[in-house]
């Protein structure tokens, strides 16, 4: 309380990651910090059944125990200063059940707990997460429209001015943010992140994208992390770059005299990712409209393959050896929830490692042949399907959040399935 208030603090803003990966929250006056800490804040737990429009969806858990609460921590070491909300930081918060246990749908949870499990194996997973967005005019319409100007920086494609403002900003809030282009698309920006422990970058990756779409509301404007808000434009992808480290801290998956220059610790966690592909997809792409991104000749995934240095592979491994050496996952889009995205890539390379699951030769050439390798779940009803039919992969998640993401996401494959237009689902966009 005396640090937050020698830097003229006088509210602190306590949030934490919904199903769908958004911040919910509440501000907290610095003199009532003592109480916070000691019982939590208390929020009704069917909030992680709530959709962006406002539905509170049966859940088991929610409306059947009569909506019970739920208490989340601030977690004080997450503690920032808000560059645009003078007088007051936010910092992240852990949800418990009212008996002090932790809560299984709880996202923050779910990761801590796999990188325990990777751990087991005396692994540490180093994640770099790689997210785009759209930025949009309050009607949806896109803030400017600057084909051909991917790779740009500048007023180019920034009229405004919106990525040196929003660069500057998350480099305040210590991100990890370290530099930002305009991307393929019309109003489409991209501003890179540097690597650390999984747990890390996650936090930082769901506190960019709440970032992000406030500092475009405070313009007037809309962020979206809608996987494809727009059918004559490609989409926006959530690439987590991951290698693995040991007790030494060394780089596991560098292997100089091993072909490819990988180790057999990295091919296995390759073959884990291929293997567990179609369940990972329910959550590195968790609406209708991530469907909509995927398919040929989109430089996003269509088929369950890796390759070397190869942007139409699912999984891609980059040139770097060394320290550098790792692999990017090219499966999520932008919308995923970033801990659940990471968890389900995570769980993949647990189990491949495990099982010492071999994967087959790289793609050469050019991808997108379904005589080679076969195609992703086409849709969030397949997707979820393979989720459920993954045991161990949902094991490794946990009961309760697999429970809660199944009911709560097929409630909205039903609602789409009952007519409910394209254009209405944008409204997603406003909150993804």
């Known amino acids: 309380m005396e640090e937050l208030a020698s830097r003229g603090v006088d509210v602190l803003r306590v949030v934490y990651p919904d199903l769908l990966g958004i911040d919910r929250g509440r501000e907290v006056l610095v003199e009532a910090l003592p109480q916070a800490m000691e019982h939590g804040l208390a929020f009704c737990r069917a909030v992680y059944h709530t959709t962006p429009t406002g539905e509170t969806i049966p859940v088991p858990g929610g409306l059947d125990q009569g909506l019970p609460d739920m208490a989340i921590f601030p977690d004080l070491s997450t503690v920032q200063d808000l560059p645009w909300e003078p007088g007051v930081a936010w910092c992240l918060g852990d949800a418990r059940n009212p008996d002090g246990s932790r809560a299984g749908e709880d996202p923050r949870a779910v990761l801590r707990d796999l990188t325990a499990k990777l751990g ?76 650390s422990e999984a747990l890390d970058a996650a936090d930082r990756a769901f506190r960019f994208k ?18 494809r808000p727009f059918d004559d434009e490609g989409g926006s992808g959530f690439h987590v770059h991951l290698s693995l480290t040991g007790s030494d801290g060394r780089n596991v998956f560098d292997g100089p005299a091993e072909p490819y220059g990988l180790t057999e610790t990295a ?19 968790p609406t209708i409209n991530s469907y909509k991104r995927f398919g040929p000749d989109t430089l996003a995934p269509w088929l369950i393959d890796w390759g070397l240095d ?43 490692i495990r099982d010492r699951i ?3 030769a790289p793609l050469e050439g050019y991808g997108y042949d379904t005589s080679r390798s076969a195609v992703l779940p086409m849709s969030l009803g397949a997707a979820l399907d393979a989720l459920e039919a993954d045991a161990a992969f949902g094991a490794l998640l946990g009961k309760e959040l697999v429970t809660s993401f199944l009911a709560y996401k097929r409630n909205e494959v039903e609602r789409f399935e009952r007519a409910v237009t394209d254009w209405e689902f944008r409204e997603y966009a406003y909150h993804l």
Do not use: C
């Not at 494609?157 to 530099?179: C, E, F, N």
């Open 120 to 195: 087991e194996l005396g692994l540490t997973a180093i994640v770099g997460p790689e997210l785009e967005y759209f930025l949009l005019n309050p009607d949806g319409t896109r803030h400017g429209d600057s084909k051909g100007d991917v790779y740009t920086a500048g007023r180019r494609g920034d009229p405004d001015g919106h990525l040196l403002k929003a660069l500057r900003w998350t480099r305040d809030l210590g991100l990890g943010v370290t530099m930002a282009n305009h991307e393929y698309a019309g109003s489409q920006f991209e501003i890179n992140l540097t690597h």
């Open 210 to 227: 709440a970032a992000i779409k406030e500092i475009a509301r405070l313009d007037g404007r809309m962020a979206t992390f809608m996987a």
């Open 267 to 285: 091919r296995h966690a390759i073959g884990g990712l291929l293997a567990h592909a179609p369940a990972a997809a329910a959550l590195l792409n």
């Open 310 to 352: 190869n942007r139409s592979a699912m999984l891609r491994v980059p040139p770097e050896r060394g320290a550098g050496a790792r692999l990017e996952v090219r499966l999520g889009d932008a919308s995923a929830n970033p801990y659940l995205g990471t968890a389900a890539v995570l769980a993949a390379v647990y189990l491949g």
């Open 358 to 360: 071999e994967p087959p």
